[in-house]
């Protein structure tokens, strides 16, 4: 998800005291963790067939595959997010100076790889302003795919977790392609074929360097038959305009608009000089517009429960219940076991990087009644969704 590549955003215990007001944003805090799931929702979810609504519910999401254990978006955490019963797996795709998408999380790999290191492309160093921020880095559009297949995937947050960083430099960063014949191998392996979440990122921005995301996206899901409404992809952005335009070239699959805090403005929506905002994206009107184009929403999970001054979760917002009344689903990001990330009530101890109470805070979450989620770490996500299901069974 884009938010975390904003300087200090998320990155700190007792974050996010600006959404105290959420819940007057998104129409006060009236609703409760009880806030009723759509309909559908209680007959589906016993199967793993080519329509969305076939996934197990509430659906466990690899965030950039498993970024708990290993570096995010390479074969090495797509496969462990799988082998550990992610349901979906996501990428997020950018491209490269040559026109090919790869798997990163932002087109600033500085973090992600080993770049900085490399003295061949220490004048590639550059700042650059990508919607509307400034970042001073390595960047996938100065880059053919043949130099950055030189370089090997690192950790990206290894004051969390330190442990992944012994597979530093194991991976190459995939391209999409490769990510789509892994997963066909593996679909052949398992007899079922495998889910994929994927993320057009900062679209507009790349469309304005004649390197444009959705037509190159289209022609590769179209090549491995997944470009249909049964094609087993999903399909998210921040941009409602990607959504649309991949919509356009005819890909059918259910879409997803990813919502950032709720005084931000899609990027597109600043190109296009649009006002709204995503509080106005996330009240009844915006909802029912938005179901227009796409199948459902990925809310920051604060937009659901907020967070007080102290990092405590308040009141559920009304937004489960509004999504599903417009006749959208909700994969809210993101999950993490450790306490930097839980809301302040499921922290354990005060080591940032220990564990938490993830189970408690992930059934507080799936308590709302949202259809999904992202998690870096999906064993820990199927285990509480087996036992939430257990329980509201009994």
Avoid at 116 to 139: L, M
Wanted: aromatic share 8%; with cysteine.
């Amino acid at each position: 998800m884009q938010q975390e590549q904003r300087p200090g955003r998320r990155m700190v215990l007792g974050a996010a005291a600006a959404l105290g007001a959420g819940a007057v944003a998104l129409g006060g805090g009236a609703g409760t963790a009880a806030a009723a799931p759509a309909a559908p929702a209680a007959s589906r979810g016993r199967g793993h067939g080519g329509h969305f609504r076939d996934l197990p519910v509430p659906t466990v999401i690899g965030h950039r595959g498993a970024s708990g254990y290993r570096p995010e978006h390479t074969l090495g955490s797509y496969q462990f997010a799988l082998d550990n019963g992610a349901d979906v797996i996501e990428q997020d795709v950018v491209p490269t100076k040559d026109g090919h998408l790869v798997c990163r999380h932002e087109n600033d790999i500085t973090g992600t790889t080993d770049v900085s290191s490399r003295p061949e492309f220490a004048s590639r160093k550059t700042t650059k302003t990508v919607d509307g921020e400034a970042h001073t880095g390595w960047f996938t559009e100065d880059f053919t795919l043949a130099e950055l297949k030189t370089l090997r995937a690192k950790e990206r947050l290894p004051q969390f977790r330190q442990h992944n960083t012994m597979y530093d430099g194991r991976w190459s960063v995939p391209t999409f392609e490769e990510v789509l014949k892994w997963a066909d191998e593996q679909g052949r392996k398992r007899g079922r074929r495998v889910w994929l979440h994927v993320e057009t990122k900062h679209p507009t921005y790349f469309r304005k360097l004649g390197l444009g995301l959705e037509e190159r996206l289209a022609k590769l899901l179209r090549r491995y038959g997944r470009s249909g409404r049964d094609g087993h992809t999903f399909l998210q952005s921040f941009e409602p305009s990607s959504l649309q335009r991949l919509g356009r070239l005819g890909v059918a699959g259910p879409k997803i608009l990813l919502l950032d805090d709720l005084p931000v403005r899609p990027w597109d929506f600043v190109e296009a000089k649009d006002p709204r905002t995503t509080a106005d994206l996330v009240t009844p009107k915006g909802l029912k517009w938005v179901a227009g184009f796409a199948d459902g929403i990925g809310p920051w999970l604060d937009t659901i429960i907020p967070r007080d001054k102290d990092g405590k979760l308040t009141k559920p917002t009304t937004l489960v219940r509004d999504a599903h009344a417009a006749g959208l689903i909700l994969h809210p990001y993101t999950m993490r076991n450790e306490n930097n990330f839980l809301p302040a009530d499921f922290r354990r101890g005060t080591d940032p990087a220990a564990y938490g109470d993830a189970f408690g805070a992930f059934k507080t979450y799936f308590a709302t009644g949202i259809d999904g989620i992202f998690s870096d770490n999906c064993d820990t996500a199927v285990l509480a969704r087996d036992a939430f299901l257990a329980g509201r069974k009994g």
